[in-house]
């Protein structure tokens, strides 16, 4: 039986990206089997035992400790709540401590596109190019996200883009259940001042975030569901994200059906 040939590095590299490794821990690599075979330090004589100190509270630092998971989902809703402008709310987020995955970011990924848009296409998370640009959709899920609008004549001009989550995860991983209900309030409010005709959810996550249902995105999409922001309610469609797409091209003829559907309410028709 003949081997199967060694990776090479190119490949390497392309399996941790896929894997969501990104960057490295250290600078030089780390022989770890020279240090199995280092012999053990030397004991280190006991030091002189001394009266104790009174002992300070260690401080903390800011954004360093997340609080509780219900406390921050109040914040939020409370800082969302006053926003006036998605400007005023990009600012609270931006200051919002509430959401440990902030602090692994690299920066808040708010929004793109025309605020005064009839449509608004809400996606999950931002992965490592959106974290590195800061705008959503920015990748290849991004360049295909922008050929299936361009197919009905939108572009980023005429429609908005967000995301359910505004920072990165970790590695690209899926966010928790408590980081999606901290971050829920953010989105909702960017919803109701956008105030689109027609709210647009790409993919099962912000599918059922914000349209809660617990069906799969196979069961949901094409279908046409009521949006309530509390002062009027908005024609919601789930389909595909894009980064699905990719994965499964042979559902993009159902993306297309949904993109149609999409096109004759912009229009008008029904």
């Not at 926003?83 to 990009?90: D, G, I, Q, V, Y």
């Not at 899920?141 to 005429?158: E, F, P, V, Y």
């Not at 919601?236 to 559907?261: G, I, M, V």
């Amino acid at each position: 039986m003949i081997p199967e040939p060694a990776p090479t590095v190119r490949e390497l590299l392309a399996f941790y990206l896929e894997a969501g490794v990104d960057c490295a821990l250290a600078e030089e690599s780390i022989d770890r089997l020279a240090e199995a075979d280092a012999p053990p330090p030397a004991p280190r004589a006991a030091p002189p035992v001394e009266a104790p100190r009174p002992v300070a509270a260690p401080a903390v630092i800011r954004g360093e400790v997340a609080p509780a998971p219900e406390v921050a989902i109040a914040s939020a809703r409370e800082a969302a709540r006053t926003a006036p402008t998605l400007e005023a709310l990009r600012e609270l987020m931006q200051s919002f401590e509430g959401c440990a995955l902030k602090h692994t970011a690299t920066r808040l990924v708010f929004a793109d596109g025309n605020p005064q848009a009839r449509i608004m296409f809400v996606g999950e998370a931002p992965g490592r190019d959106e974290d590195i640009e800061g705008l959503p959709f920015v990748g290849r899920s991004g360049k295909l996200l922008d050929l299936m609008i361009g197919a009905i004549g939108l572009n980023r001009s005429t429609a908005y883009i967000a995301n359910v989550i505004p920072w990165r995860p970790p590695g690209n991983r899926t966010p928790t259940p408590q980081e999606t209900q901290i971050c829920l309030p953010f989105i909702q409010r960017q919803i109701e001042l956008v105030n689109p005709d027609v709210l647009v959810t790409l993919g099962n996550p912000s599918t059922q975030t914000l349209l809660s249902t617990r069906e799969g995105i196979m069961r949901t999409r094409g279908r046409w569901f009521d949006y309530n922001t509390g002062a009027r309610t908005i024609r919601a469609l789930p389909t595909f994200h894009p980064a699905y797409l990719l994965r499964s091209p042979s559902y993009k003829r159902l993306a297309w059906q949904d993109l149609r559907a999409i096109a004759r309410v912009m229009a008008g028709a029904n």
